[in-house]
Every structure is written in C-alpha cells, then in structure tokens.
C-alpha cells in the first residue's frame, strides 16, 4: 500500500469555513487521500476577504470526512500554548491517527491583534521552542509552571489522547529547516524553485531529520487555460512571492496589496506552478516525491476550486498514488 498521501489545501483567506467544508468533501469523492489547513486571523489581501477560525472548522471537517488533516499553526502571541496543546490533544482524541500540526514563528499580519511587540526572528525562535517544549510536557501529562517568553502557572491538560500528535516544524529556508530538524517530529515547507527546495531538504536532514517525515505545501494554479490561471494566481496570490523575511513583518491586509502593485506576470511564476495541463502538474508532483516528500498537500490558488479537484482527482492523485 502506498504511503503517499495527496492532499487538498483548504484556504482559509480565500473562502468562507462552510464552501471549504464543501471543497473537503469533494476532494475526498474526487480521490485525494489527506487535507490541510491555514490558521490565519487576517487574509493576504483584502481581494480574498476571509479567515474563519480553523480550530472549529477542524472538528467539523475531520468528522464530515475520513481525510486526515493537519493545520499550521504560530503558537506563543495570537495563542498561548496551553490552550493549543489542549485544542490538538482534543482533536486527536476524537480522531486517532488523523490530525497532526506543524508549528512555525507566524506573522505579524496575525499576530499583531494583541498588541504585544513583535519579536525579532531570533526571539520569535526561542519563543517557538518554549512553546514546543510546553506543549509536549501537556501531553506528557505534567503539570507545567514555566517563566521565559511565555508564561504558564500551574497547567495540566486532564484529556489527553492515548496518541499524541505529530508535531512538525514549518520551514520556509534552508536554515530554519536545519533547526527544526533538531527537535520537530517531521517537515512541513512550500514549494519553490527546485534547487532551493532541495536545499530546504538537505538542511532539514543535516540538523537532525534524517528519516523523519516531510510534507509539502504546493502553491500551484490550474485553470481551463495558461492565461486564466495565470490571471487566477495573480489576483489572488502576487503578494506572496515575496521572500518571508519581508511577508513576517508586514501588518495589514492593505500593506500586501499595496507590494503587490509592484509585481507583474511573469514574476508570479516564480513561486507558483502555473499551468493548465495536468501531466505538466504530474511531473512537478513526481519530482517532489522524488526528494523524499510522502505527503503532498496541493494549494490551487485561484478561486476555481471546482475543475481544480475534479481533474485533479481525475488525472493527477491516482497516478501520484499508484507510481508509489
């Protein structure tokens, strides 16, 4: 049996939490054997227009399908660990073996509704791995006092799943993998140009994630033509070719629209798989494989979700699975 699984990306900043559920479903019908989730508080753009809360719509997808599932989530602002370690303990009690999560340093975009001060990239590290260390000691069962970046009194969690979690690290450069690598339970990055990907690869299994799992994030756009997808990608994703150093700190939905005035057409094809033909797609898909990825979750950006998951389902996911 294969071990690959083909995932659907459910986009949060993009579409309203009852038509994702419905996307879910249909990507399920359609063939594809996993799904993930974003956990934003805002959109990248004011042209996506949502951001429903992911925590809630994970119990209702997770029950409305037999798909696994995984959420990226920033733990240590917006959310305190406890309350994380809590939700995701409550969620893979209810659904063994189905739900994981990835946990990154997050964004100001959504982090900023606190009020606290965002933290250099250093700080928000640290903060990230006080906040893995905690979350682990929860479902350990300890009962955990902790003073540093974040502060937690006297915490227990009194339901915990008789299997805990995956916890992964999310990753978006060669040296932030080669961290994670040392303490996350897998990898969870994007796709980018081949040689820096592989280069996000080679850095994860350096810092210590040699066997571990990895997943993939694939930004890609498909559509009835080249153009239309094109078109799709641009409308809903140019501001987020740039690097993430520069995405981290940017603080409202308009400042990205505002960058993405300075992108043109052809630049979005650098950090997004455009094409209308689904073999082309296939062949980029193998290609991930083919550096070590054993779950594939597949982002469309455009808002044609429908033909998106049919061909898919129809041309590519059967394929991906019965090549492995």
């Known amino acids: 049996m294969s071990k690959i699984k083909i995932g659907y990306h459910a986009s949060h900043e993009q579409f309203t939490p009852s038509t994702l559920l419905n996307y879910v479903q249909r990507a399920q019908q359609a063939g594809f054997t996993a799904a993930s989730s974003s956990d934003h508080f805002h959109p990248w753009s004011n042209r996506q227009g949502e951001s429903g809360f992911a925590w809630s719509w994970l119990g209702a997808a997770l029950q409305a399908t037999s798909l696994s599932f995984g959420v990226v989530n920033a733990p240590g602002q917006r959310y305190h660990p406890a309350i994380i370690a809590q939700a995701a303990a409550t969620l893979a009690d209810m659904f063994p073996d189905r739900f994981w999560m990835a946990v990154g340093t997050g964004q100001l975009l ?90 996000v690869v080679d850095a994860f299994r350096r810092g210590g994630g040699e066997g571990k799992p990895m997943h993939l994030k694939v930004q890609l756009s498909y559509g009835a033509t080249a153009e239309l997808a094109r ?44 094409s209308a033909d689904t073999s082309q797609h296939l062949a980029w898909l193998e290609e991930d494989i083919a550096l070590g990825f054993e779950q594939l979750f597949l982002h469309n950006v455009n808002l044609e979700q429908e033909r998106f998951i049919d061909d898919f389902g129809q041309y590519v996911v059967p394929s991906l699975i019965k090549a492995t």
């Open 231 to 274: 078109q799709g990608a641009y409308d809903q994703w140019r501001a987020n070719i740039f690097p993430n150093s520069v995405l981290t700190d940017l603080r409202l939905p308009e400042q990205f629209d505002e960058l993405g005035k300075l992108v043109n057409l052809q630049e979005v094809d650098k950090m997004v798989r455009i």
């Open 110 to 199: 959504n982090e900023h509704i606190t009020g606290q001060p965002w933290p250099a990239k250093a700080d928000r590290n640290a903060r990230l791995k006080e906040c893995v260390d905690i979350i682990r000691a929860l479902w350990d069962g300890q009962t955990v006092t902790h003073k540093g970046l974040v502060t937690v009194e006297e915490a227990r969690l009194y339901s915990n799943p008789d299997k805990k979690p995956l916890l992964f690290g999310a990753a978006l450069t060669s040296k932030t993998a080669e961290w994670v690598g040392g303490w996350a339970d897998g990898l969870l990055t994007i796709s980018q140009p081949p040689e820096q990907l592989r280069e």
